[in-house]
């Protein structure tokens, strides 16, 4: 590997390094902050001449690493260092084995485009708040008319309609091919 | 009701309210099942790219970024049925209307002409926020604070197509349907006195389940 391949590489994995590392710190403000360090960290190694011989390996363990120091500057690492790690340990597992390429990565982004639009407007709404306007639960349930209770079991039940729309869209496309 | 366990603490994990038990419970999942492995990493990423496309506002589109949809587009999505229908009841009200006029303009050569071409048709969604039924006024906003608002008007004036109102989907008045806090999609076309609706589909807030 080249090392301008890093930065390439970075590049087109980023939003699955990104879930790795929301998956590690369930902040997605957190998340946002590591992602740009990491950025900063794998430039610095492209110009050291870095070779690494799998990538995602390399950077999800670059990744670990700024997850850590996030803790450690909240001051929350020591407490649950232990609990950490083996959490860490599994979720490297799980993306080792499941994380998408990059082109299967982008064709489910258009299908979950797709699968939203079919949505009706108030659960569009209730989607749109959570993650666009980065409202809690409470906040939502009040902007909506509906209890905290409602709005959780409405987003559970979007996520699995979402999930089984893009699905159908995978399998159709397989099927195709 | 979420029947599977995993499910549920996914659910919680991603709303950022997972409790420790079922923080270990998903641990051991992690560690000892490879469909528990799938099914976490699916669901973070989906969540990823669902929190993605609403940053990018293809979720629901802010009032500053419409008209978004011409009315052959947003037909395919929404309630399906029953948004056809609608659709379907304005344009045979925008045939009936114009034959109207032209019938009207034929015979008498008073009437005032449409003020915009049906090709300027949008729509845009959103909660209402303030209703004057006197003047036929209401204005729409985006669910943002700082989102910018949308005035509309519906049609009275002489020449103007009357408006068709809905409220849950059933034809319906302005004093009735056209509330404060309740969401709505407006059909609309731009005229020289601003935005005309042509078509207001209101929805009541739901009930809590």
Known sequence: MEPSDLVRQFVQHRDVLYGYIFALTRDHHAAE???????????????????PDSFMAWARGVARHRVAD????????????ARFEQFANAVDVAFAEQAPTPQDNQQQLQFLRECVERL?????????????????????????????????????RARRTLGECVDRKLRSEEGSR | MNLDPLDDILDDFLLGSISDEQS???????????????????SVLADVRLR?????????????SLPVRKAAQWMPFGAGGLWRLAFAAAGLLAAGAITVLYVTHRDTGTAAPIKAPASETATADGWIRSADAQAGTFILVG???DAPQMRFHVGRATGERETTIFLENTHSDFQTA?????????????????????????MLPPDPQ
Do not use: C
């Open chain 2, 178 to 202: 056209i509330q404060p806090n309740r969401l709505a999609r407006v059909t609309y076309i731009k005229t020289g006195e601003g935005l005309l609706a042509q078509e207001v589909d209101v």
């Open chain 1, 120 to 156: 009706t407007l108030r659960v569009r709404t209730m989607i749109d708040l959570r993650y666009r306007g980065e409202k809690s639960m409470d906040e939502i349930a009040a902007a909506m008319q509906w209890t905290a209770g409602s709005v959780k079991v409405a987003m559970s």
């Open chain 1, 33 to 51: 902050e590591i992602l740009q360090e990491l950025g900063m960290s794998i430039l610095t190694e492209a110009n050291r001449g870095t070779t």
């Open chain 2, 143 to 145: 669910h943002e604070d």
């Open chain 1, 70 to 81: 996030h803790y450690r500057r909240l001051g929350a690492r020591r407490r649950h260092e």
């Open chain 2, 52 to 64: 993605s496309l609403a940053r990018s506002g293809a979720v629901l589109p802010a009032p500053e």
């Open chain 2, 24 to 42: 270990a419970r998903l641990q051991q999942a992690l560690q000892t099942d490879p469909a528990a492995r799938s099914q976490f990493v699916r």
